[in-house]
């Protein structure tokens, strides 16, 4: 029985991204740190991490990774770029920007995300505790707002 229950640990391992994981663990990001990752870390795109360190420095102020379940990694049947199951990886991140209060913020953090490389970038005013950003890496640009509940795409607001 022992060896069938390792077996299937290695195999979870080596599918949920074990090479991944001696990557990750050699990477270093100057503003985050592993433990904000959570469980997602050994899952996570080096390149979307790169990326978000870049933002944070453009920034100049915290970024917050949130704590809602989904805000990270997502085991579902969703096409969503937070799906590991459907890209092998976590390509998606919900953080919370300090300061990032007005409109003028707001463009600011668009602006700033679109010149670091992210190429997925959603803008919420209806998230508690501020306004939130979904930062992605995805094939073709894709940019849009979520005000009080209801989507705009190509909107900056």
């Known amino acids: 029985m022992f060896k069938n229950v390792a077996l299937g640990a290695f195999f979870l391992f080596l599918f949920y991204g074990g090479y991944r994981t ?8 100057k503003y985050f740190s592993r433990s904000e990752f959570g469980i997602w870390w050994p899952l996570m795109s080096q390149d979307l991490l790169q990326k978000l360190d870049l933002f944070r420095e453009k920034w100049g102020a915290p970024v917050v990774i949130t704590s809602h379940p989904d805000g990270l990694g997502r085991k579902d049947e969703s096409g969503s770029m937070h799906n590991v199951l459907k890209w092998g990886e976590v390509r998606a991140v919900d953080v919370f920007p300090q300061g990032m209060d007005t409109l003028e913020d707001r463009q600011r953090a668009f602006q700033i995300a679109k010149s670091v490389g992210l190429t997925g970038i959603g803008l919420y005013t209806d998230t508690r505790p501020s306004n939130m950003l979904h930062l992605d890496n995805r094939d073709k640009f894709t940019y849009w ?8 795409y190509g909107m900056v607001a």
């Open 145 to 152: 707002t979520r005000i009080a509940g209801k989507y705009n």
């Open 22 to 29: 001696v990557k990750n663990e050699m990477l270093e990001l």
